[in-house]
């Protein structure tokens, strides 16, 4: 890998192979190659030298994104409008209006032309909007009330910002990503505080309870971090009003002299009697100066935790307080969605106990995965949405307290008082603005795939960075096949930005979860599903009624051959009495969420197998409550699906990183996002075997949907006929990525070729026959050179340079704006005063720069003349309007050059034009933007590393004939230092 750019367009297209010529040089073995892995497993032209054990797909590298995209589209959009089916006027009694099914429309522009005239790629929001005057009968109260609608027509929200193919969103041109959030799940919580111990409950929406001991064994509550008060106080806004009535709820709490009474304790110090006094003193500590009168005290405190407008816990809320207390209450519905004493009782029931030390009371993991949740981008646009909703809601009754009904025009007026302007410029700051909407990093095609997989514990709601402490940032064995614990970022974000592991997935209440093999220990009475198995103990025949005979089918520890499979499908098979056997598994695959893991016992995908997958050893290396340890076979429920299955994609392309030292995994990890694609990239010689899966995601690559020919290619398109009809691929040709490397795609296939579905038609950067290709293939040698490789510098070779073996392309580019100024407009032109002909040469007749033209610093890119106002000129001025006459009086050159030190070819121009309905700032006329393409050659200052974390920089380039040379004379390419191998 080489920590530069990439080439230039002409090169790369002469350098291109087809993919069908490279297959074919990459396969050949010589002879003696293939005598010695002929009995080694081949695919795709690669030889693995251990059996690859992998059962299910790998899911979609992207469906965290996509799953968020969906989530917002289906669940949440309606959402927004959900709790206020009606709204009123201020009077609630004369009119009202009702927003609802709200849907996205198609695109309005296609993803190039955003890109090019910088627009968003997305869709209009639209809602049904109903306004509806009601007439009540006031000489006849109990009469229904009559209603007219005044408008019902759809009406546009706004602007939402649509997800691309490749699970990217582009906003004002730019290719933007939405990165997923882990925070702390809803639910309840206990853990340890000061002396003793607390809870808090997290609702979905709604305050937050927190019930803590004091070490003098006073029990108080905070609702919302506000100022604390006696739990009994609480309790007795809940119903539970006299002291007697509190003592005998709690009172099995103190069984022995060492259980210490803490309620007791507590009313000993808690100063109410009542229920209204209570909720004075209560609401005395939210909201300190403010005087309410009791009743309305009480009723707003009961309100915060009863009534569903002001809480709402959450069908995941509901359902951990349920698993955690042992209550049974419905996980949906308004029963569900509040707090009340039954629950506070259970709540405070299992404090005391816990700080009483009583079997079978624990406090929580607050690290556990299981309390934590992945919010994708749905929940985190609804979340970002939901203040305004609250301002709308309040502006729309403002506004039909004063609407006059009686004059007609009542679209004119819908107009005015539904202003969706403050929802649709929420949405917008969202993707523009949010800490979580950052720009998609495109360095390489696996760089772009790990930042969509990225989740961050920072942003709004989450951590900070200088606080976050040593347990939020640590590996937890929870993270075992859910998060990377290799991948993480080196600084103030180490643990906080983590990475999805290769096979994990999040499940519909955003629970990370990850898969692995069901085992089983019985099989069906049938022939095909017995034979191969192993007799757990020795298979009797069976008589008439189903009782065992001396006669035995198959011996114990004996595989079931076919004549015994059909002898007991025979004997067995009647009564559908199923045959035990010894612990196997199908290929049938369970994803598992964090709670589950607590419950199985899941053993490593290195665990000895049969041909029929039965498992051969009596005791297995196996992991239970996030240890591993040694378990008989009989314990074992599951087994892993893949030994990478615990590390990100990143980090499962470093070959045998199990022996690595891990911070130099980590490192190499990071050092892979950064490689450039470079003019000629080859596929690993050594891989891991997920390479062609991981590139198979990444949307660089074009493959055939089908069966077909091929019917026309060329550098820009690759045309295919199907059954279906003929299908026309478009190819990138250089365009500028974020990070301003190329992304070109190379067809791959010849006029009239015959493909297959699934044969690659073209490869993009860092793609070599359908494989992630990040750097160069390269002869190294690990010996001193004249002090030259001291610590991290390195040698490399004048033949890489020579031969572009690490050669890339980078595209820059430089733009203009033509605007409109007080003295009149500024224009384009080739004819500037004071600038030589020579400088001219490749410029159009409206002054710019022709596309094919070779520039460097100083060359003359764009040509334009800003009017200036008059004034006592210059000497040099003088002498110009002497030679160029009034024009160079008049006009000053506001031209655009090519930067010093720069250089390189003219790829594209792209001109908006305001005149032609682009949409462009006040007063700008036209922008034009320049693309230059640059060749970049390995140089000294160059950034080199390998995948095992070793990196340096390159501090000499060597004439080929100086470097050093192996036995058969064949010159060296690349000098390491020797040391550097050392917890490489």
């Known amino acids: 890998m080489v920590n530069k750019k990439q080439p230039a367009a002409e090169k790369a297209s002469k350098t291109s192979k087809p993919v069908s010529s490279v297959k074919k040089e990459k396969n050949q073995l010589n002879p003696k190659a293939q005598e010695l892995f002929k009995d080694y497993y081949q695919k795709d032209g690669r030889i693995f030298l251990a059996q690859p054990r992998t059962y299910g797909e790998i899911p979609d590298l992207l469906g965290l994104q996509k799953k968020g995209f969906d989530d917002f589209i289906n669940i949440y959009l309606n959402k927004l409008f959900a709790n206020e089916e009606k709204i009123w006027d201020i009077a609630g009694d004369k009119l009202y209006i009702t927003i609802s099914d709200l849907k996205v429309s198609e695109p309005m522009e296609s993803i190039e032309v955003c890109k090019k005239k910088e627009l968003t790629y997305g869709g209009i929001i639209t809602a049904q909007v109903k306004l509806v005057e009601v007439d009540k009968d006031e000489a006849n109260?109990?009469?229904?009330?009559?209603?007219?609608?005044?408008?019902?027509?759809?009406?546009?929200?706004?602007?939402?910002?649509?997800?691309?193919?490749?699970?990217?969103?582009?906003?004002?041109?730019?290719?933007r990503v939405v990165n997923s959030q882990i925070v702390r799940s809803y639910g309840i919580f206990y853990g340890q505080k000061d002396f003793w111990y607390s809870f808090k409950l997290v609702p979905e929406n709604g305050p937050w309870l927190e019930v803590s001991v004091e070490k003098n064994g006073n029990v108080v509550a905070r609702i919302n971090k506000s100022r604390k008060f006696s739990i009994t106080s609480l309790l007795r806004t809940f119903g539970l009003e006299t002291d007697e009535s509190i003592r005998e709820t709690f009172k099995n709490l103190v069984e022995t002299e060492d259980d210490r009474d803490f309620i007791d304790i507590t009313l000993k110090k808690d100063p109410t009697v009542d229920a209204l006094s209570a909720a004075e003193h209560i609401y005395s500590k939210l909201r300190p100066g403010e005087l309410i009168d009791p009743q309305s005290a009480l009723d707003y405190i009961k309100g915060q935790f009863l009534l569903e407008e002001r809480i709402t816990i959450g069908s995941i809320a509901r359902r951990k307080i349920n698993a955690k207390l042992n209550l049974k209450k419905p996980l949906k519905g308004p029963e569900a969605n509040v707090f009340d004493g039954e629950d506070l009782i259970a709540a405070i029931k299992y404090l005391l106990n816990l700080c009483n030390h009583k079997k079978g009371f624990y406090e929580d993991d607050a690290d556990h995965l299981s309390n934590k949740r992945v919010r994708t981008m749905g929940e985190i646009l609804y979340a970002h949405v939901q203040p305004v909703m609250r301002k709308f809601v309040k502006s729309v009754k403002g506004k039909l307290s004063v609407l006059k009904t009686d004059e007609g025009d009542h679209q004119h007026k819908i107009t005015d008082l539904v202003n969706f302007k403050m929802i649709d410029n929420s949405i917008k700051s969202f993707f523009a603005t949010s800490q979580l909407s950052q720009f998609l990093e495109q360095i390489n095609p696996l760089a772009e795939i790990e930042n969509k997989r990225k989740i961050t514990a920072l942003g709004p709601g989450g951590l900070k960075k200088e606080t976050a402490k040593f347990e939020v940032r640590d590996v937890h064995p929870s993270h075992y096949g859910r998060i990377c614990p290799i991948q993480t970022p080196e600084g103030q974000n180490i643990g906080l930005v983590i990475y999805q592991s290769l096979y994990s997935r999040i499940n519909e209440e955003g629970f990370l979860e990850t898969p692995a093999l069901k085992i089983f220990r019985e099989v069906e009475p049938k022939a095909d599903a017995l034979i191969g198995r192993i007799a757990h103990r020795d298979i009797f025949d069976l008589d008439a009624k189903g009782n065992p005979t001396t006669k035995v089918l198959v011996k114990e520890d004996t595989h079931i051959d076919e004549k015994?499979?059909?002898?007991?499908?025979?004997?067995?098979?009647k009564l559908q009495k199923p045959v035990k056997v010894k612990p196997y598994f199908t290929g049938e695959v369970e994803y598992i969420s964090p709670e589950m893991d607590e419950k199985y016992v899941i053993a490593d995908a290195t665990t000895a197998l049969d041909e029929y997958n039965n498992i051969l050893n009596t005791r297995i290396a196996a992991r239970k409550y996030g240890e591993m340890s040694t378990f008989h076979v009989n314990e074992i429920t599951h087994m892993d699906v893949n030994l990478s299955q615990i590390f990100s994609p990143n980090t499962g392309l470093i070959p045998f990183v199990d022996h690595n030292d891990a911070v130099r995994a980590s490192v190499a990890s990071n050092q892979q996002r950064q490689a450039l694609p470079l003019l000629k990239n080859d596929a690993p010689l050594v891989g891991t075997g997920i390479e062609g899966d991981i590139m198979k995601m990444a949307h660089a690559t074009i493959k055939a949907e089908g069966d077909g020919e091929v019917i026309a290619v060329d550098g820009a398109h690759v045309k295919v006929k199907y059954k279906e009809g003929i299908k026309d691929y478009k190819l990138v040709v250089f365009e500028k990525s974020n990070s301003k490397a190329a992304i070109n795609q190379v067809p791959c296939v010849d006029l009239g070729q015959k493909v297959q579905k699934g044969t690659i038609l073209a490869e993009g950067p860092c793609s070599v026959n359908g494989e992630m290709a990040l750097g160069k293939s390269l002869r190294v040698a690990f010996m001193p050179w004249k002090g030259y490789n001291y610590e991290d510098a390195i040698v490399v070779s004048q033949r890489l340079v020579k031969d572009d073996e690490l050669t890339s392309v980078i595209i820059s580019d430089y733009e203009i704006e033509v605007v409109e100024t007080k003295l009149g407009p500024e224009e384009t032109t080739n004819d500037i005063p004071g600038v030589a002909m020579s400088k001219l040469t490749n410029l159009d007749e409206d002054?710019?720069?022709?596309?094919?033209?070779?520039v460097k610093g100083g060359d003359l890119l764009i040509g334009k003349i800003t009017p200036k106002g008059e004034g006592e000129l210059t000497p040099e001025e003088k002498l110009i309007q002497a030679i160029f006459g009034d024009k160079s009086k008049n006009v000053k050159d506001t031209s655009l050059y090519m930067p010093s030190g720069s250089e390189g070819k003219v790829i594209d121009v792209v001109i908006l034009d305001s005149k032609k309905g682009d949409n462009l700032m006040a007063g700008v006329r036209k922008k034009i933007k320049v693309y230059v393409a640059t060749t970049r050659k390995i140089e000294i200052g160059d950034k080199l590393a390998g995948k095992h974390g070793n990196k340096g920089i390159v501090a000499i380039v060597v004439p080929e004939e100086n470097m050093p040379y192996s036995a058969d004379g064949k010159p060296i390419d690349v000098v390491l230092n020797s040391l550097g191998v050392i917890s490489r």
Do not use: D, H, Q, W
């Open 847 to 854: 002054g710019i720069i022709r596309i094919g033209a070779t």
């Open 564 to 573: 015994a499979a059909k002898a007991i499908e025979k004997t067995y098979g």
């Open 141 to 175: 109260p109990n009469k229904k009330p009559t209603e007219k609608v005044l408008f019902n027509k759809r009406a546009n929200v706004g602007i939402l910002p649509l997800m691309t193919p490749s699970a990217s969103y582009i906003v004002n041109g730019v290719e």
